[in-house]
């Protein structure tokens, strides 16, 4: 399976776009590599521009740890919301830090909350080659959220036209329906059982998971999530179940084989960025 986690912090990236980056990230991302360190499992690190920006010893770790550096875009913001120079310079600058400040060659992309549409996939595309880009992962086959989401894998051949590896999300097909499985909120709220259930023809060794090092964060709802007064359903929503987290990631270690993007497909590809101008 292919560990990946998107680095980012809750309050900006969830939240308010125009929030500082708080420090929390730091602390949480530091818990799950310790828990990765114990599993001896590497992954991929999908690395929101804003972070690595004001934390940049925290990229230095990851990388340092042995996990893949990708990129997660800049502002988090959803990509069908901005133009396509916005998201070109959103590229440009979140690619460029990740590769300045850890000397590694950055080929793997996800983009915020999954939003790529049809409409803007060829400039979508385009963008993502231009800052050597090699393979996406921001595809989910499933329509649960009016937010993202796609009916067909028809998007995977469309993608692959325009030059790009694409990995869709882990999903399971239930009562003729594909629900999402193996990440982020589905994960935290589901118990551990159902997951491995829900999971049980998926690809052991290509299947996807995905987490926020947040979801980690069990004191995040007090000690933020109460004073921005944030509604009941999004609370729920956001922070049901983080407490779980802990047992069921480590459960999941100890079950599955994993690795991450670049180790399992791109072992040969040069990871060596170009040296900083």
């Known amino acids: 399976m292919i560990f990946t986690a998107d680095i980012e912090d ?7 776009f125009d ?22 499992v590497k992954g991929t690190f999908f690395i929101q521009g804003m972070v690595a920006e004001k934390f940049p010893q925290l990229i230095r770790s990851i990388a340092q740890a042995g996990h893949e550096l990708a990129s997660h875009s800049h502002t988090h913001r959803m990509i069908y919301n ?47 080659r231009e800052q050597g880009i090699i393979y996406d992962s921001s595809i989910m086959l499933a329509t649960v959220r009016r937010c993202y989401g796609f009916s067909d894998d028809g998007i995977l051949q469309r993608i692959a036209e325009r030059g790009l590896d694409c990995y869709p999300m882990s999903v399971s097909r239930v009562f003729g329906k594909n629900l999402p499985v193996m990440g982020g909120g589905y994960f935290r709220i589901y118990p551990y059982w159902l997951s491995r259930w829900l999971a049980r023809d998926l690809n052991p060794n290509t299947s996807i998971f995905y987490m926020h090092p947040y979801e980690l964060d069990t004191h995040e709802h007090h000690e933020v999530g109460q004073h921005v007064n944030i509604p009941l359903k999004m609370a729920v929503h956001q922070f049901a179940r983080r407490s779980s987290i802990p047992g069921k990631l480590n459960k999941l270690l100890q079950d599955y084989p994993f690795s991450s993007f670049r180790d399992h497909y791109y072992a040969a590809t040069p990871t060596v960025a170009n040296a900083p101008q």
């Open 82 to 128: 901005l133009t396509e120079a916005q998201f070109r310079a959103e590229m440009q600058r979140s690619v460029g830090l990740l590769e300045d400040i850890s000397g590694t060659k950055v080929i793997g992309f996800r983009a915020p909350t999954f939003s790529v549409r049809d409409d803007i996939l060829d400039w979508y595309c385009a963008a993502l």
């Open 10 to 16: 809750w309050q900006q990236s969830v939240y308010d």
């Open 19 to 40: 929030r500082a980056v708080s420090n929390r990230v730091v602390r949480n991302t530091s818990r799950l590599l310790d828990i990765l360190d114990t599993h001896k």
